[in-house]
């Protein structure tokens, strides 16, 4: 089976990066983008309602996209390897996540379910959440 996901470089912009998307902008370039989407929406963003959206849409940004920046591997790095004679299989269900759709950039929400035979050893089923 051959793998469909590309992993691209995450994080702070590097050479390799720049190959593949380009310049990642400042925060101060994100910020100018925020009021440019809040003026074609038909509003001022220096309205006192408006004047720290910009910051605070970069910053829940930066929140929401972090897991662009995660490694699995860091996460998953402890296995319990005790299981010798373990056989039944290891399975969390309902873990609640929220991302966003890559084509709208529009929220969904909805519950992943893990299940798998261990083989070597058990991962942390808190640690299977935090993936996900």
Known sequence: MTSVVK???????????????????????????????IRWAGDD???????????RV?????????????????ILDRVFEEVEGYQDMVL????????????HMAPFVGKAHIGYYPAGGVIGLSKLARVV
């Open 45 to 55: 963003p220096a309205r006192e309602g408006l004047a720290e959206t910009p910051q």
């Open 7 to 37: 992993t691209l470089p995450v994080g702070r912009a590097s050479p390799a990066a720049d190959k593949i998307i380009g310049r990642r902008p400042t925060r101060e370039e994100a910020e100018e983008a925020v009021r440019t989407l």
């Open 58 to 74: 970069v910053k829940a940004y930066g929140e929401l996209y972090r897991g662009y920046g995660e490694d699995p591997r860091d």
């Open 92 to 103: 969390v269900r309902d873990i609640p996540f929220h991302s966003h759709c890559e084509h």
